[in-house]
């Protein structure tokens, strides 16, 4: 039985800890992990040294600086530095080191602000961005265009996958720098416990959103690693070698924030506060191409937002600082 070495760069991150739930599965990997204190990936002689003391047969680069609104709009610099630094460290390491089989993972702010809907990978490049996160969606399209620049001068089989926005396991439940879905669930939960009668939602409801559970991003990421490099070649382009991963279904906030109470189990009144911002109407992903390399996403939207809420039922003494 022939075992690969997998190296998974940010295997403490939401995607990355999902990844590598499902590669421990497999008796054929080994998996290869470092700790902040054992590897610094800002420290480019340290990556290199790492690849060149470890025969690495893949690696899954989720390793990223991340952050909401606030966090982008306080730290551009290092938003855009670090994203750049990691991933240029890790790419060109891994090419040094001989590293056949890389995959990175972006996100769908890569996408023009006003970019047609649903997003296709074509959109790429082809208008402005959304001001607010710009500097780390410049380092994750540059990423994309790395990883092609090596598959075409080297004849490297780097590949790069863009997911809509994740929830699940390992989520940040911060109280002001999570995201809408970890966002909303803490929220909930505390008005239920102290017997709320009423849970205000920022914006009208009427804006649509797109969501994957982070074991389905996993489970897409080690379906594209591993498909067939001439399959591969033939759905894809090699400047535009991007997929695109979601569930290629949305819903509205307020269906959202309805689903969200349901499952936490508020029974207390929901009120929209139409006087704050919306954001875009409608982000949703075109995941056609994906499914056209024979994946589609497993995981309903009440399903996983019901694992995501046990989760943080059972981890929830780490989040009350």
């Known amino acids: 039985m022939s075992i690969k070495t997998i190296f998974v760069a940010g295997h403490r991150g939401m995607v990355g800890s999902a990844i590598m739930r499902q590669l421990s599965a497999d008796k054929t990997v080994k998996l290869l992990t470092c700790n902040r204190d054992e590897l610094d990936l800002l420290n480019q002689q340290a990556v290199f040294d790492f690849f060149k003391h470890h025969q690495v047969d893949q690696v899954y680069l989720a390793a990223a600086k991340v952050g909401g609104i606030v966090a982008n709009n306080t730290y551009p610099a290092e938003f855009i530095y670090e994203n750049l630094t990691i991933q240029n460290n890790i790419i060109h390491g891994a090419h040094l080191a001989g590293v056949q089989d890389l995959l990175f993972l972006g996100s769908s702010c ?28 410049i380092a994750k399209i540059a990423g994309i265009k790395m990883c092609e620049s090596y598959n075409r001068q080297y004849g490297r089989n780097y590949r790069s996958v863009m997911p809509t926005n994740l929830y699940g396991e390992n989520d940040n439940f911060h109280p002001e720098n999570s995201h809408v879905i970890p966002a909303l669930i803490r929220r909930f939960h505390e008005a239920k416990l102290a017997n709320a009668p009423t849970v205000v939602a920022w914006g009208s409801g009427k804006p ?17 690693m591993n498909l067939n490099k001439d399959t591969y070649v033939a759905n894809t382009q090699p400047m535009l070698s991007h997929i695109n991963v ?60 019901a694992s995501t809420y046990e989760w943080f039922l059972a981890h929830q003494d780490s989040f009350r600082k």
């Open 110 to 137: 890569i996408y023009p602000k006003l970019a047609d809907q649903p997003m296709a990978e074509a959109a790429l490049l082809t208008d402005t961005l959304e001001p607010t996160n710009e500097p780390y969606a």
């Open 208 to 224: 649509m959103r797109e969501f994957l559970h982070v074991d389905d991003m996993a489970a897409a990421s080690i379906y594209v």
């Open 246 to 305: 979601g569930t290629g279904i949305d819903c509205t906030i307020r269906e959202l924030v309805e689903t969200v109470a349901q499952v936490v189990g508020y029974q207390g009144n929901i009120e929209f506060d139409a006087t704050k911002p919306d954001g875009a109407p409608r982000k949703l992903m075109n995941v056609s191409r994906l499914a056209s390399l024979g994946w589609t996403a497993n995981i309903a939207l009440a399903q996983g937002l």
